[in-house]
């Protein structure tokens, strides 16, 4: 069964750190884009950060540059976002998702790319900034 885990979530105060781990089930991430994607409550869905394990590429929302690294460990098939220097407004489910095309990836990161289907979804991991 092919599905992606996400680990590393949980409450943390202003200004602390925290490090997601995103590892799928039944396939490799070598040929894939992975995106980060969170969701406040009622609030839209938006696009974090994404990584091309083929190449390196990144992305990053404007929001979260310089805060947050995404980072890819192929051997250990897996994907991590290092989220330091959390603001409350970080406060959401995150998901990781999964797609063989780049493009689906950061397309789907973007305001306008809410409706671009996506391979694999995981079920998300909730982050809490909270003193």
């Known amino acids: 069964q092919v599905r992606l885990v996400e680990s590393g979530g949980g409450l943390v105060q202003p200004g602390g750190s925290l490090r997601l781990s995103c590892v799928p089930s039944g396939f490799s991430l070598n040929d894939y884009a992975i995106g980060w994607f969170r969701q406040a409550p009622g609030k839209e869905r938006e696009g974090v950060s994404c990584i091309n394990s083929r190449d390196g590429s990144t992305y990053y929302k404007e929001a979260v540059k310089g805060r947050f690294t995404i980072s890819s460990d192929n051997a250990k098939n897996t994907v991590y976002l290092q989220m330091n220097s959390l603001k409350p407004e970080d406060s959401a489910v995150y998901y990781c998702?999964?797609?063989?095309?780049?493009?689906?990836?950061?397309?789907?990161?973007?305001?306008?790319?809410?409706?671009?289907?996506?391979?694999?979804w995981g079920q998300g991991i909730k982050v809490t900034v909270s003193s």
């Open positions: 998702a999964a797609d063989r095309s780049w493009t689906r990836v950061t397309v789907a990161a973007t305001p306008w790319g809410k409706d671009q289907p996506v391979e694999y």
